[in-house]
């Protein structure tokens, strides 16, 4: 704990955006077969350093089979908030969460990224035990805890019982229990965020651990019995106030990004797949009165490509998904970056009408029938997957992995872990950096990024821009 609030704490977007630029990014690896341990990847980020677009630590877990997948900090700007009991902490623990085990690893940054090293281990009984919850997806820190949302319930496959939200305490780590108290009809779980003045949280769907875990069903698919719905919470009172269903033909209604701005009482989600053409979309969301309202403001359309471009699980369909698997919203609310990971594509979304999104640059790279490579001639597997925005919104980082099980099946010629980054022209636009490319190491796959300092996916703040 500091004397001072964390000076990567910052209580505006604008505030945050003119911090220091980010010096490391820490991605996570992991092993699609199981046969090494996940592991916690140190790069440089500096431009002109020695070590840049270099791994230069990496944390090695001592267990195997975690599946890492989502992560985020102890402490963000959250801290910040006139309710919050924690305003001296420091952003210093990763909290990294193995998605097929459900053991929690606390990494510690400190004194220096490159000596970053495990804290503490929370073991899955311990969650089992206390929230009746399995397979923690998404880290969120808010301003009166470590908010963790899970994709199972209880039972060996998950399903006993609905999944949801649970807290730990941001210093010691304790896992204290449960989140909600009232969760309407709420069953699915996957993404959430919040609006922490107007004091409401977001809730996405995705699936039940049978329906992930070994892979996608296209029976469950093509029946529509993935998640389609939002759902729309009152923070402090912890129950369920409305929930929207985007229809069913809507499947997988994952990422969630509310406006920066808390002034702003909209966001987005980005949908997987509509069942009736392959298409992907992009809905918004937003709040009158006390009512919210959603529609679909942004589609994608699938890519026609020859059978023999396609694996077995496409064959029949005769064109590539655009899979949107993961959208992000820059620091000033003005751009929406939409992960196209079927078709290999990363597009820029103008969002100063957050109702009329408009295409303001695009990107090609890897993709199941275009393969593009990366502009300094080396291979990309896969497409953009998770995506990373600088403070400043400048740079824009991704990797190439999904989940170990759906990689083998859209991409069965292996997914090597790579990550790239894309600069931003002042007015909108996406370049790839041909300087920038991590390529991991054998047996690794990349998923997600977090960028040292904060970065647009986990800070949660707390007044208005000027």
């Given at each position: 704990m500091t004397m001072r609030p964390d000076p990567t704490f910052h209580a505006s977007p604008k505030l945050a955006m003119e911090a220091p630029a980010e010096n490391f990014a820490y991605t996570l690896l992991l092993s699609p077969d199981f046969s090494k341990p996940d592991a916690l990847a140190v790069i440089d980020v500096k431009p002109g350093s020695p070590t840049y677009s270099r791994i230069v630590h990496t944390v090695t877990m001592p267990n195997k089979g975690d599946e890492f997948h989502h992560f985020g900090w102890n402490a963000c700007s959250s801290a910040l908030s006139p309710l919050a009991g924690h305003a001296f902490i420091e952003r210093r623990y990763l909290i990294i969460p193995g998605l097929r085990s459900s053991r929690i690893y606390i990494i510690d940054t400190k004194p220096d990224p490159t000596q970053a090293k495990i804290h503490k281990i929370i073991e899955p009984e311990e969650v089992f035990k206390k929230t009746g919850y399995s397979r923690p997806h998404t880290i969120h820190c808010g301003p009166d805890g470590i908010y963790v949302s899970t994709l199972g319930?209880?039972?060996?496959?998950?399903?006993?019982?609905?999944?949801?939200?649970?807290?730990?305490?941001?210093?010691?780590?304790?896992?204290?229990?449960?989140?909600?108290?009232?969760?309407?009809?709420?069953?699915?779980?996957?993404?959430?965020?919040?609006?922490?003045?107007?004091?409401?949280?977001?809730?996405?769907?995705?699936?039940?651990?049978?329906?992930?875990?070994?892979?996608?069903?296209?029976?469950?698919?093509?029946?529509?019995?993935?998640?389609?719905?939002?759902?729309?919470?009152?923070?402090?009172?912890?129950?369920?106030?409305?929930?929207?269903?985007?229809?069913?033909?809507?499947?997988?209604?994952?990422?969630?990004?509310?406006?920066?701005?808390?002034?702003?009482?909209?966001?987005?989600?980005?949908?997987?797949?509509?069942?009736?053409?392959?298409?992907?979309?992009?809905?918004?969301?937003?709040?009158?009165?006390?009512?919210?309202?959603?529609?679909?403001?942004?589609?994608?359309?699938?890519?026609?490509?020859?059978?023999?471009?396609?694996?077995?699980?496409?064959?029949?369909?005769?064109?590539?998904?655009?899979?949107?698997?993961?959208?992000?919203?820059?620091?000033?609310d003005r751009f929406l970056y939409v992960s196209c990971w079927g078709t290999g594509e990363m597009r820029q979304y103008d969002v100063s009408d957050p109702r009329k999104p408009k295409l303001a640059g695009s990107v090609h790279i890897g993709g199941i029938a275009r393969r593009t490579p990366h502009p300094n001639g080396k291979a990309f597997a896969a497409g953009p997957q998770m995506v990373e925005i600088s403070r400043d919104g400048r740079r824009v980082y991704w990797t190439n992995s999904l989940y170990s099980t759906w990689d083998d099946q859209f991409y069965p010629d292996g997914v090597p872990g790579v990550e790239v980054m894309a600069n931003v022209g002042r007015n909108g636009g996406l370049e790839l950096d041909k300087d920038y490319f991590v390529s991991f190491p054998d047996g690794y796959r990349a998923h997600q990024i977090r960028l040292e300092g904060g970065d647009c996916s986990t800070d949660s703040f707390c007044y208005p821009s000027v």
């Amino acid at each position: 704990m500091t004397m001072r609030p964390d000076p990567t704490f910052h209580a505006s977007p604008k505030l945050a955006m003119e911090a220091p630029a980010e010096n490391f990014a820490y991605t996570l690896l992991l092993s699609p077969d199981f046969s090494k341990p996940d592991a916690l990847a140190v790069i440089d980020v500096k431009p002109g350093s020695p070590t840049y677009s270099r791994i230069v630590h990496t944390v090695t877990m001592p267990n195997k089979g975690d599946e890492f997948h989502h992560f985020g900090w102890n402490a963000c700007s959250s801290a910040l908030s006139p309710l919050a009991g924690h305003a001296f902490i420091e952003r210093r623990y990763l909290i990294i969460p193995g998605l097929r085990s459900s053991r929690i690893y606390i990494i510690d940054t400190k004194p220096d990224p490159t000596q970053a090293k495990i804290h503490k281990i929370i073991e899955p009984e311990e969650v089992f035990k206390k929230t009746g919850y399995s397979r923690p997806h998404t880290i969120h820190c808010g301003p009166d805890g470590i908010y963790v949302s899970t994709l199972g319930g209880g039972g060996k496959d998950g399903t006993n019982g609905p999944p949801g939200v649970f807290i730990m305490d941001c210093e010691t780590f304790e896992v204290l229990g449960r989140w909600e108290i009232d969760r309407g009809p709420q069953t699915l779980h996957y993404d959430f965020w919040w609006n922490l003045p107007r004091d409401y949280m977001v809730t996405s769907e995705w699936a039940l651990p049978p329906q992930f875990e070994n892979g996608i069903v296209p029976e469950d698919l093509l029946a529509n019995k993935y998640g389609h719905r939002l759902h729309f919470w009152d923070l402090r009172a912890r129950r369920n106030v409305q929930t929207i269903d985007l229809g069913a033909n809507h499947q997988m209604a994952l990422e969630v990004r509310p406006a920066h701005d808390p002034v702003r009482e909209y966001g987005f989600v980005g949908v997987v797949v509509d069942t009736t053409n392959l298409e992907a979309s992009i809905w918004t969301w937003w709040r009158e009165g006390e009512k919210f309202h959603a529609e679909k403001t942004a589609t994608i359309p699938p890519a026609p490509a020859p059978k023999e471009q396609l694996p077995p699980l496409l064959q029949g369909f005769g064109a590539v998904p655009p899979l949107v698997t993961d959208i992000d919203l820059s620091m000033d609310d003005r751009f929406l970056y939409v992960s196209c990971w079927g078709t290999g594509e990363m597009r820029q979304y103008d969002v100063s009408d957050p109702r009329k999104p408009k295409l303001a640059g695009s990107v090609h790279i890897g993709g199941i029938a275009r393969r593009t490579p990366h502009p300094n001639g080396k291979a990309f597997a896969a497409g953009p997957q998770m995506v990373e925005i600088s403070r400043d919104g400048r740079r824009v980082y991704w990797t190439n992995s999904l989940y170990s099980t759906w990689d083998d099946q859209f991409y069965p010629d292996g997914v090597p872990g790579v990550e790239v980054m894309a600069n931003v022209g002042r007015n909108g636009g996406l370049e790839l950096d041909k300087d920038y490319f991590v390529s991991f190491p054998d047996g690794y796959r990349a998923h997600q990024i977090r960028l040292e300092g904060g970065d647009c996916s986990t800070d949660s703040f707390c007044y208005p821009s000027v």
